[in-house]
C-alpha cells in the first residue's frame, strides 16, 4: 500500500484506540508542529501526533492559546502530515473557530480535514454547547477528541494554569461532562491538569480512552508538548513534566561552536569546499 493510499496499513485507526484500551495497552501521543519532528515521532512509532494549538506558545511566541488562528494550525499541520503521513494526527481547533455555532465548527473542521489531510479534530469543553459542536461533527464523519480539565482557551475565566477538579462540587462536573462528551460521540478525551484519582476514575466509566497530561498513569494513554519533553523550553519545569532530553543544550553548543567556527576561519574547511571539477 503507498503512503497516499486512503488508509494505510501501519496508521491507526480510532478502533484501534478503543481496542488499546480494552485491553490495557498505553496510547502514546506528543504534539507536533513541523515536518522533521514529524518524521522523527512517525519513525520512533508514536500512536497519535496532536498539532496542538500550544502552537501559539511554543513555535509563534504568543503568550496563550487564544491568538492561534485556523490558518496558522492548517498551514502546521499540512507541514505534520509531509512528514508523518501514516500517523494518525489530530489537530486543534483553536479559540472562536467552534465556540460561535454547529455551523462555524463544521466548517472549520472540516477545512482541518480536507486541506490538510488530518484525521480528527480536538475541541475544549464539555457543556452542552461543546456536546452539540461534537454530535454535529461526528454526524459528518468526523472524528473529535475533547479536553476537559485545565481548558488552556478559557485560561482567563479559569483564573490561570491550574489543576483543576479539586473540589467535590468540580470533579462531580467533570464527571459528567466525560460521560457527556462520550455520548456525544467523542472517540478520546484528554485530561488535563487533573488530580490523578479523579482521572482514574473517569477513565474507568468511560468506554472511550482519556489522554492525560498532568493527570496521572491511570489515563489510558499520555500527551506531552514535544518541545517540553525534548528539554527545548528549559523555563518550563511544572510538576507532571518528565524532561527526556536536552535540545536546548545541544542546540546552543551547536550555535556556539558555529560561531566559534566562522569568526576563526574554521568553517568551512577544505573538506566543505567545492573545486573546480567533480
Ligand atoms: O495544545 C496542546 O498541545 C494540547 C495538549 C496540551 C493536550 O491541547
Known amino acids: 500500500m503507498s503512503e497516499n493510499s486512503p488508509q494505510s496499513q501501519s496508521r491507526k485507526t480510532v478502533r484501534d484506540f478503543l481496542e488499546m484500551k480494552s485491553r490495557g495497552e498505553p496510547i502514546t501521543v506528543l504534539t507536533c508542529y513541523d515536518v522533521l519532528f514529524a518524521r522523527l515521532l512517525a519513525e520512533e512509532g508514536v500512536d497519535m501526533i496532536l498539532v496542538g494549538d500550544s502552537l501559539g506558545q511554543v513555535a509563534l511566541g504568543y503568550d496563550s492559546t487564544l491568538p492561534v488562528t485556523l490558518e496558522e494550525m492548517l498551514h502546521h499541520t499540512r507541514a505534520v502530515r509531509r512528514g508523518a503521513p501514516d500517523t494518525f494526527t489530530v489537530v486543534d481547533l483553536p479559540f472562536l473557530s467552534y465556540q460561535v455555532s454547529n455551523e462555524d465548527a463544521l466548517r472549520n473542521a472540516g477545512r482541518a480535514l480536507k ?10 469543553g464539555g457543556r452542552k454547547e461543546s456536546c452539540d459542536r461534537v454530535r454535529t461533527l461526528v454526524r459528518a464523519g468526523i472524528p473529535v477528541m475533547g479536553h476537559l480539565g485545565f481548558e488552556p482557551q478559557s485560561v482567563n475565566a479559569l483564573g490561570g494554569f491550574r489543576v483543576q477538579g479539586r473540589s467535590e462540587e468540580e470533579a462531580e462536573r467533570m464527571k459528567r461532562q466525560s460521560l457527556a462528551l462520550e455520548e456525544a460521540g467523542c472517540f478520546s478525551v484528554v485530561l ?14 468511560l468506554r472511550i480512552p482519556t489522554i492525560g497530561i498532568g493527570a496521572g498513569v491511570e489515563c489510558d494513554g499520555q500527551v506531552l508538548v514535544l518541545p517540553d519533553v525534548l528539554g527545548l523550553n ?3 519545569s511544572p510538576r507532571f513534566l518528565k524532561k527526556y532530553g536536552r535540545l536546548a543544550e545541544a542546540a ?10 566562522v569568526k576563526a576561519r574554521q568553517y568551512p574547511g577544505d573538506e566543505h569546499t567545492f573545486g573546480e571539477e567533480g
Open 115 to 124: 486541506e490538510t489531510g488530518a484525521h480528527a479534530v480536538k475541541l475544549e
Open 192 to 205: 488535563e491538569l487533573v488530580p490523578g484519582t479523579l482521572a482514574g476514575e473517569i477513565s474507568r466509566v
Open 234 to 236: 528549559p523555563d518550563f
Open 252 to 261: 546552543r553548543a551547536g550555535i556556539r561552536g558555529y560561531v566559534k567556527d
